[in-house]
């Protein structure tokens, strides 16, 4: 494989170079004028493993937007987030634990309704999370376990999603196509053999770019994992983890 067949490299100015902690202190800061942008970015990367979770308590799937809306909103105007640092541990537990508080202590469903509304209300593809609600497992499981197996489908799909378009950036989007089968052990009739053809090269050559994809993959997915826990040393212990989630 040529030079040009070389896995493309990871763009100098990605949307996720900001690591996770640091937007929690830069949203739980409302002195700072880019707060609420931050929280966006939050809600849009860890809403739906929460909206699962509420689901999975029971709420109806109107009551379950409303709270999860709520709880995005308050946690800018009550300014939850000042409380989390990566000192607390884990930012997907420093979550869940706010919502379980927020479910039990401080959402009414009247209240918000009279309010009208709120300045920082967050716009959620609630269609599409329904769309996925339906396709649980119908098997019954705690709202804790369908978190965290939620979470762990976030955090692979945005890993995916990171590579897929460094890909795409360096003109390979097709190549990413062909390639991505590796990552689950999936390929194409023929194996490698079949993706060689499809990439005009040698079967080792395949063999190769294949072996450098799962390379890249494990490598964001540890760059991801270790923006949401506290120190390096637990990066191993939490990947385990949410792969025991996806086990159960």
């Known amino acids: ?17 900001t690591t996770h902690w640091s937007l929690v ?20 990367r860890y809403w739906y493993p929460l909206y699962a979770f509420v689901r999975r308590r029971g709420y109806p799937a109107p009551e379950a937007q409303d709270l999860t809306q709520e709880f995005f909103a308050q946690l800018l105007e009550k300014n939850t987030l000042a409380a989390a640092s990566t000192e607390r541990g884990r930012f997907r537990s420093f979550l869940l634990t706010a919502m379980k508080n927020f479910l039990a202590n401080t959402w009414d469903r009247d209240h918000a309704q009279k309010r009208g509304g709120h ?15 339906t396709i649980e497992p119908a098997d019954p499981e705690t709202p804790e376990r369908c978190f965290e197996r939620q979470w762990a489908l976030t955090l692979l799909a ?19 196509e062909t390639l991505k089968g590796a990552l689950t052990g999936e390929r194409a009739h023929g194996g490698y053999a079949s993706i060689a053809a499809a990439l005009g090269v040698s079967e080792g050559a395949a063999r190769q770019a294949a072996h ?3 390379k890249r993959y494990r490598e964001l997915l540890r760059e991801e994992v270790s923006q949401t826990v506290a120190e390096p040393a637990e990066v191993d212990e939490e990947i385990q983890r949410l792969f025991e989630a996806l086990g159960n």
């Open 212 to 214: 450098r994809l799962r």
């Open 1 to 17: 494989m040529n030079s040009s067949d070389a896995m493309p490299q990871a763009p100098e100015d990605r949307s996720f170079a």
């Open 25 to 44: 202190a830069k949203a739980g800061d409302r002195r700072n004028s880019g707060s609420a942008a931050a929280l966006a970015a939050l809600c849009q």
């Open 119 to 133: 300045a920082h209300r967050l716009t959620l593809d609630f269609t599409a999370s329904e769309s996925q609600w």
């Open 158 to 176: 945005t890993v995916i999603a990171r590579l897929q378009d460094e890909f795409a950036a360096a003109g390979k989007a097709e190549q990413f």
